[in-house]
T-cell receptor, first 114, second 113 residues
């Protein structure tokens, strides 16, 4: 079975500062990797995903994540955050074949302060 | 187009009662998933459908939980003899098929008193 660990439950950061949200996973088989974001009072939205190919993936709003197979990590980064990035961020994995149900981490609350 | 919708948005029920939670997936999406999110946790998988059949129900916590999708579109999650520990946000997601990304609904917040 797969598992996902997000070590930081909360990350406070000042506006325009860089941020990294950490995600490590465990799986005995190949997986797909995802970051979802949940803004206050909204549903989960897919931020970015790694399925295959380039290990660096980017979102349209400046986030990026790099798949590191040797370290089983998929950390999320942004060089300069905005107040509007304040949200809960969830890392998730799924098998790359058959059952595609997502296994989520416990989430990291990003709090951007002015 | 319309996203995944879930009704009701909030449901308060007494311990021991029966509840039904409804999910309307994106039109044309064949795969449908149910997850449960407890306070301070990430969503946990409950069950998924490919078409009308439950392809994997390994996440259902016990036999009080049941879900159906009779016509391959709308799905209903049914909980019998509710317990306070069932209180959570129940999320539904759909995807074009199992190979594609999942789109989540806003969830139903269930409170068992």
């Amino acid at each position: 079975a797969q598992s996902v660990t997000q070590l930081d439950s909360q990350v406070p950061v000042f506006e325009e500062a860089p941020v990294e949200l950490r995600c490590n996973y465990s799986s005995s088989v190949s997986v797909y990797l995802f970051w979802y974001v949940q803004y206050p009072n909204q549903g989960l939205q897919l931020l970015l995903k790694y399925l295959s190919g380039s290990t660096l993936v980017e979102s349209i709003n400046g986030f990026e994540a790099e798949f590191n197979k040797s370290q089983t990590s998929f950390h999320l980064r942004k060089p300069s955050v905005h107040i509007s990035d304040t949200a809960e961020y969830f890392c998730a994995v799924s098998l790359d074949t058959g059952r595609r149900a997502l296994t989520f981490g416990s989430g990291t609350r990003l709090q951007v302060q002015p | 187009g319309a996203g995944v919708s879930q009704t009701p948005s909030n449901k308060v029920t007494e311990k021991g009662k029966y509840v039904e939670l409804r999910c309307d997936p994106i039109s044309g999406h064949t795969a449908l998933y149910w997850y449960r999110q407890s306070l301070g946790q990430g969503p946990e998988f409950l069950i998924y459908f490919q078409g009308t059949g439950a392809a994997d129900d390994s996440g259902l916590p016990n036999d009080r939980f049941f879900a159906v999708r009779p016509e391959g579109s709308v799905s209903t999650l049914k909980i019998q003899r509710t317990e306070r520990g069932d209180s959570a946000v129940y999320l539904c997601a759909s995807s074009r098929d199992i190979s594609y990304e999942q789109y989540f609904g806003p969830g139903t917040r269930l409170t068992v008193t």
